[in-house]
């Protein structure tokens, strides 16, 4: 069995779930000990990313639902409210450069 875990800083590893649960091309939400949460995606490739599940231009935690892509060779997950798509590796809103969300590193163990 091997868990998908995400870094909430250098030295802290979180286990979020078994890797074998995420569906290719879906997102899920994890809820972090501060009480945030985390958009968890795995793409159709095998990648797995993580970032803020809150939606900046709405507050709302949706960006777990959103539809996962690519544009121009970049992952991305459009928000399912208002659209504006989010680089998964970066986190940067492509849509609005002023705009960005937390990236959390994810490895498996």
């Known amino acids: 069995m091997t868990t998908l875990e995400l870094s909430l800083s250098p030295d802290s590893w979180m286990a979020v779930c078994e890797e074998a649960r995420l569906t290719p091309g879906r997102g899920v939400a994890a809820l972090l000990p501060d009480g945030r949460q985390a958009a968890v995606f795995r793409d159709r490739s095998g990648r797995t990313y993580a970032i803020d599940n809150r939606d900046p231009f709405t507050g709302a935690q949706v960006l777990s639902r959103g539809l996962v892509g690519s544009a121009d060779g970049r992952p991305f997950v459009a928000s399912p409210l208002l659209k504006q798509r989010f ?23």
Do not use: F, M, S, W
């Not at 960005?100 to 163990?109: H, L, N």
């Open 87 to 109: 680089d998964l590796e970066t986190g940067r809103c492509l849509d609005d450069d002023e705009v960005a969300v937390t990236v959390y590193p994810v490895r498996t163990k």
